[in-house]
């Protein structure tokens, strides 16, 4: 179960920014922390639609500034995720 954690949150990692840049404008790094725990308590959703959504209202219960990114945004920011969950995509 341990390697199981680590591969997946390698998976749901975003790559490493450094310290530098502007901040955030969404709380992606949570969001990813979340939906790692979600998907192992619950597992995967049963569609990419349902999976966007269900981010989506992670941001509308969570967004600090009130502000969630569009659904093509949170889209194409899953689409690599959820390739590898389906097997479509190497990990």
Do not use: C
């Not at 941001?59 to 899953?78: A, D, H, M, W």
């Amino acid at each position: 179960m341990a390697k199981m954690m680590r591969e997946a949150s390698a998976l749901m990692s975003p790559p490493s920014r450094g310290n530098t840049g502007a901040t955030p404008r969404y709380e992606w790094d949570a969001m990813y922390a979340w939906l790692t725990w979600f998907i192992f308590d619950k597992g995967v959703p049963a569609s990419q639609t349902a999976l966007v959504a269900l981010v989506q209202d992670w941001f509308v219960q969570n967004s600090r500034s009130g502000e969630v990114p569009e659904e093509s945004t949170i889209r194409k920011r899953l689409a690599s995720l959820w390739r590898k969950l389906r097997g479509e995509e190497p990990v």
